[in-house]
C-alpha cells in the first residue's frame, strides 16, 4: 500500500542524499536546505536512518519472519555503495512509517484488529478493482474491514440504541456474531451457502495434480459427483476429496469461514473432528491426509489456502486468481 505522506518524505531523504552525494564539490560542501514543515525534519530523519543502519551491522544479522535466519541476504551500510546506500536509507525510512503507523493501529481495538492476523494473506484493492465495484460496495468492504458497520454494538458505542443485544438471535450484536454465529444466519442457510460458494470455487480451479492419472475431484455438493463408498459409509461428509484409486491415497479438504482472529483455532477442531476417519482409512489400507483450509468472514484468505493450492501444482497467475475468487465468494 502506498501512503502519500510516506512518498513525501522518502522524495525529501532522496533529494537530501543525492545532494549530499553529488560528484561535485561545490554541491557537495554547501548544506542543502529543504523545507519540510514544522513536524518533520529530513536532515534529522536521514540521519537517524543512517545511524539505524550503522546500528545494524553491529547487532548483526536477526530473523525479521517467518523464513528463518539465512533465508535472505543482509546489506551492510559499510559495504555499499553510494546508490545502495541512498536505496538503504530510504528503505529505513519507510520501515520507519510502517512501524508507526503499526503502532497506532495496535492502539485502536477496533480499528485496529487487523493488526492480529498473523496467518492471513494481504488482501489488496487495485484500481481495476475500485473501477468495476459498486460505491456502495467498496464502502461496505472497508467499514467490514476496519469494524465500522452500524451493528448493534457499534450502535450503542455511537451512542444511537440503548442495547447491544440483537433482534434476531438475543446475543450480542457485534460484528463477528452476525457474519459467523448467529443462530438465525446458521439455521437460514447464510453459512451453507458461503460454504458451498467456496467450495464451488476451489473445486473448479484445480486442474493439475502430479503422481498419477486417475485423480477424481469429489464435493459435498448436489452438482458434483459423490463422495467415495468408503467415505459414504461414515457420517462425515468432507468438503472436497481427492482420492487415487490405483495408489489408494485421499486428500480432504475441509473447509471453514471463521471470524479472522480466530482462524488460528479453526485447524484444530477439524483436525479433531477427521482424526477417527482418518485413522480408519489408514486402517483399511489407504493413505489419507487432512488438509484444512480456512477463509476469514471478511474475506482474508488464510495461508493455507495457498499451501493447499501449491501442493496441487496451482501455482502464479492460477493461483492468484484462486485465491481472489475465495476471498470475493467469502
Known amino acids: 500500500m502506498i501512503y502519500i505522506l510516506e512518498e513525501y518524505k522518502c522524495g525529501k531523504a532522496r533529494v ?30 536521514v540521519d537517524e536512518a543512517k545511524e539505524c543502519l550503522k546500528m545494524k551491522k553491529v547487532i548483526g544479522q536477526t530473523q525479521t519472519d517467518r523464513r528463518g535466519l539465512g533465508s535472505t541476504t543482509a546489506k551492510w551500510w559499510s559495504k555499499t555503495e553510494d546508490k545502495e546506500k541512498r536505496d538503504m536509507i ?29 496467518t492471513a ?6 484500481w481495476n478493482d475500485i473501477w468495476h465495484m459498486a460505491p456502495l460496495r467498496i464502502s461496505f468492504l472497508i467499514r467490514f474491514v476496519y469494524d465500522l458497520l452500524p451493528s448493534n454494538a457499534n450502535l450503542v458505542r455511537w451512542g444511537k440504541k440503548d442495547g447491544p443485544t440483537s ?4 446475543a450480542k450484536g457485534e460484528i463477528y456474531n452476525s457474519s459467523t454465529s448467529s443462530t438465525v444466519f446458521t439455521t437460514e442457510g447464510g453459512v451453507k451457502k458461503r460454504h458451498g460458494g467456496s467450495i464451488t470455487i476451489n473445486t473448479h480451479r ?25 467415505i459414504r459409509k461414515t457420517p462425515l461428509r468432507p468438503d472436497i476429496v481427492i482420492h487415487s484409486a490405483s495408489t489408494q491415497q485421499f486428500i480432504m479438504v475441509e473447509l471453514t469461514v471463521p471470524y479472522e482472529s480466530r482462524m ?8 479433531g473432528k477427521y482424526l477417527d476417519l482418518t485413522k480408519e482409512l489408514k486402517k483399511d489400507g489407504y493413505e489419507a491426509k487432512l488438509m484444512p483450509v480456512e477463509i476469514g468472514a471478511r474475506g482474508f484468505v488464510r495461508s493455507s489456502a495457498y499451501g493447499l493450492l501449491s501442493k496441487l501444482s496451482i501455482g502464479g497467475n492460477k493461483r492468484t486468481k484462486a485465491l481472489r475468487l475465495l476471498a470475493e465468494t467469502a
Request: hydrophobic content about 30%; proline content about 7%; charged content about 35%.
Open 206 to 230: 484445480k486442474d493439475v495434480l502430479d503422481g498419477c492419472d486417475d485423480w477424481v475431484v469429489s464435493a459435498d455438493l448436489p452438482e458434483w459427483e459423490r463422495h467415495p463408498d468408503v
Open 264 to 271: 488460528e483455532e479453526a485447524p484444530a477442531f477439524k483436525e
Open 16 to 45: 537530501l542524499t543525492m545532494l549530499e552525494e553529488s560528484d561535485d564539490p561545490v554541491v557537495k560542501t554547501v548544506q542543502p536546505s529543504l523545507k519540510t514543515g514544522r513536524k518533520w525534519k529530513v536532515t534529522e530523519a
Open 121 to 126: 494473506i494481504q488482501r489488496s484493492l487495485t
Open 167 to 170: 433482534p434476531l438471535c438475543q
Open 90 to 118: 530510504i528503505d529505513e525510512i519507510r520501515n520507519k512509517e510502517d512501524s508507526t503507523r503499526v503502532q497506532k493501529a495496535v492502539q485502536q481495538p477496533q480499528q485496529g484488529q487487523w493488526t492480529y492476523w498473523d
